[in-house]
């Protein structure tokens, strides 16, 4: 089993900062990719910062110059962050922690998403 926990969302200012963290943690083989997403009411969810399965990073557009992602590993967890920095309303979403998990070298990688942690950008 994967556990993807989320922490770290909350109300800021516009021109703030926030921290997002996530912890994955269970049976981890391999990780694959992972990332943060996030979803405002009405739109589908998108990509806002990620690791490819190559340990390149990748960012939206939208969030280029002012969000940071990061990665620690430790053993059998893996911690993501996402440093949030001049902070806009349109920055205002639920945001997802993703990873693509191989649990056993027998078996395909599989999606795993936390709960999402709440974002608003706001004066």
């Known amino acids: 089993q994967v556990q993807v926990v989320e922490s770290g969302g909350g109300l800021v200012q516009p021109g703030g900062s926030l921290r997002l963290s996530c912890v994955v943690s269970?049976?981890?083989?391999?990780?694959?990719?992972m990332g943060w997403y996030r979803q405002a009411p009405g739109k589908q969810r998108g990509l806002v910062a990620g690791f490819t399965s190559g340990g390149a990073t990748d960012y939206s557009d939208s969030v280029k110059g002012r969000f940071t992602i990061s990665r620690d590993n430790a053993k059998n967890t893996v911690y993501l962050h996402l440093q949030m920095n001049t902070l806009k309303p349109e920055d205002t979403a639920v945001y997802y922690c993703?990873?693509?998990?191989?649990?056993?070298?027998?078996?395909?990688?599989?999606?795993?998403w936390g709960q999402g942690t709440q974002v608003t950008v706001s004066s």
């Open positions: 269970g049976s981890i083989f391999r990780i694959y990719a």
């Open positions: 993703s990873a693509d998990v191989q649990t056993s070298p027998g078996l395909g990688p599989y999606d795993y």
